[in-house]
């Protein structure tokens, strides 16, 4: 599976933007698609994950309420639309493909990932 993902770049706080995630190659054997973060010095952290085929969604509580985690299946994409966003959502982010249908919202749960976009927000 490749994924590639898409639509970082800069806003300022209280802006939005929509990420998005392109799969292919064994798309069909997807448990759970996953946003995960990285800001600088810090440890990669889940964001939201959404289930392939029921459309479950999973979000961590620093986002919870202002990220909407979508997928579409006849086009293999998964996005992340991101609202009210603040300085602390500033991270480099990773979509994530799980084939094994784990927790989801751990790292290692995940079998491959994209190659992240960067999304700075200034105060």
């Known amino acids: 599976v490749q994924l590639q993902a898409s639509g970082g770049g800069l806003v300022q706080a209280g802006g939005f933007l929509r990420l998005s995630c392109a799969a292919s190659?064994?798309?069909?054997?997807?448990?759970?698609m996953g946003w995960f973060r990285q800001a600088p010095g810090k440890e990669r952290e889940f964001v939201a994950a959404?289930?392939?085929?029921?459309?479950?969604?999973y979000y961590a509580d620093s986002v919870e309420g202002r990220f909407t985690i979508s997928k579409d299946n006849a086009k293999n994409t998964v996005n992340l639309q991101m609202n009210t966003l603040k300085p602390e959502d500033t991270a480099v982010y990773y979509c994530?493909?799980?084939?094994?249908?784990?927790?989801?919202?751990?790292?290692?749960?995940?079998?491959?990932w994209g190659q992240g976009t960067l999304v700075t927000v200034s105060s």
């Open positions: 994530a493909a799980d084939f094994r249908g784990l927790s989801r919202r751990l790292r290692g749960d995940y079998d491959y």
């Open positions: 190659g064994r798309t069909f054997s997807i448990f759970t």
């Open positions: 959404i289930t392939w085929s029921g459309g479950i969604t």
